[in-house]
């Protein structure tokens, strides 16, 4: 099998070095957190169950941005690639409007991602830590959605599928939009117990992972 760049390849390589890049700013922000508050922003919770998701999460993450990468540098990835990376029935990894609309569209995510992390600052975390109490944020992108970051996220999945619409890649967005959908609502049962009228009443306000008008 051999490997080599091609235009229309290029949006699958681009998004497979943004997510890496996405995930190495992550863990910067990890080993600042640690340097700072002196834990390590709950990158290995320590509440059991937050340990057993990081067991699939983490090689969910590495498999993101490897497999674009990976497929982006075959010859003739539709026809040379094995039978997991090929682009499932219907759909084609070639297209170059959809490839760089959703390098596009990956580019926003990132970016409005960033905004995010900024107003969190010091509050920033990855998981759930029942003997730690951060404040809560309802300003800038978190007065228009809950989770800005796993909704930013999300998109960026989905980005990466458009370009590399392969089986493994449909499993890898699969599992990790799911893992999402299970930490948000995590998360939310968690700052519901710790701050109780003040979380329900954002819930009540303000959307998941979109956002909605709100009603006197």
Known sequence: MKFSATPSSWPALLLGLLVTIYWLRVLQMVMRTRLTAGRAANFVPPEPLGRLLRLVWIPVVVLWALVPIFTSLL???????????????????????????AVATALAAFGLTWVCWRRMGTSWRMGIDPNERTQLIFNGPYAYVRHPIYALSSLLMLATLATVPGIFMAVIALLHLALLQWEARREERYLLSLHGPAYANYIAQVGRFFPRSRRQ
Do not use: E, M, N, S
């Open 75 to 101: 010859v003739a990835p539709q026809q040379a690639a094995p039978i997991l990376l090929r682009p499932i029935a219907g759909l084609y990894g070639g297209d170059r409007i959809l490839g760089w609309t």
